[in-house]
Each structure stands twice: as structure tokens, then as C-alpha cells.
């Protein structure tokens, strides 16, 4: 639930969630060699993200936004953010879902660096000088 769009679906989201992480997890198992460090780190994002977010769907019935960052602080040289607000970071957020976001995004950029299926691979050949 984006925003709070969905909020009322919980079922849905516990058994998406789920599923989810199953995927995530035959991936790791899988479809990754012990060289795919990137990936890894991309899959261990998610899944730390989709856990933490089940376990509070699961415990309180809602995903919590619980990261408020730098309390009593303020803009320098009397800037502002609209609506007149001072706070060097007025937004609360939700940790899980910042891993996941980064998980996918070090995912994507993974599997964009990998070559194409039957693509041709570069090795490097030494050409020999000729023998006449």
C-alpha cells in the first residue's frame, strides 16, 4: 500500500508479500553464483524489506512509518521547504520500504550489466605474428 492507497487490503498484501519473497528467495538460490555480489546485496535488501514489512502486517495490522530523522533541526539562511517548514528533514518514513527500493534499483542495474541471452562473448585471442 502506496501512500495509504490500499490500506484496507491487508490479506492481500500478507499473501503478495509472501509470494514475493518466495521469489525473491529462489532467485538467491537459484539464478545467482557466489560472484554475483550485486545481486546479493540487491536480494538481501529486499528480502530484509519485505520481512520487516510483513512482520508489522502481521503484528499491527498496518505497516508502521516510523523514521523521523533529525528532530530539531533546521534550514540554514532561513530557507524553507513549501508550506514554510524549517526542518532539515520533515518527512517520517518507513525503513523497509527504503530497502526495498534499493534492492530493486541495485537489482535492475544487475541485470542491465549482465549480457543478453546468446549473446556472443568476448575472449581475448593472441594473434600470431607471421612465420615468414
Do not use: C
Not at 41 to 53: D, T, V
Not at 70 to 86: E, V
Not at 108 to 132: E, L, N, R, S, Y
Amino acid at each position: 500500500a502506496v501512500f495509504g492507497i490500499g490500506s484496507q487490503k491487508r490479506v492481500f498484501f500478507i499473501i503478495f508479500t509472501v509470494i514475493a519473497l518466495g521469489i525473491a528467495g529462489w532467485i538467491f538460490a537459484r539464478h545467482t553464483t557466489k560472484q554475483d555480489v550485486l545481486a546479493h546485496l540487491a536480494l538481501g535488501l529486499i528480502l530484509g524489506g519485505g520481512i520487516g514489512n510483513l512482520y508489522d502486517r502481521i503484528s499491527i495490522g498496518r505497516v508502521r512509518d516510523f523514521m523521523y530523522m533529525f528532530t530539531d533541526r533546521h534550514l540554514p539562511f532561513d530557507l524553507a521547504w513549501p508550506g514554510n517548514n524549517t526542518e532539515l528533514f520533515p518527512w517520517i518514513f518507513n525503513t523497509g520500504d527504503v530497502l526495498l527500493l534499493v534492492g530493486m534499483g541495485l537489482l535492475m542495474i544487475f541485470f542491465w550489466k549482465q549480457p543478453a541471452p546468446g549473446a556472443p562473448t568476448t575472449t581475448a585471442t593472441t594473434v600470431q605474428p607471421d612465420q615468414d
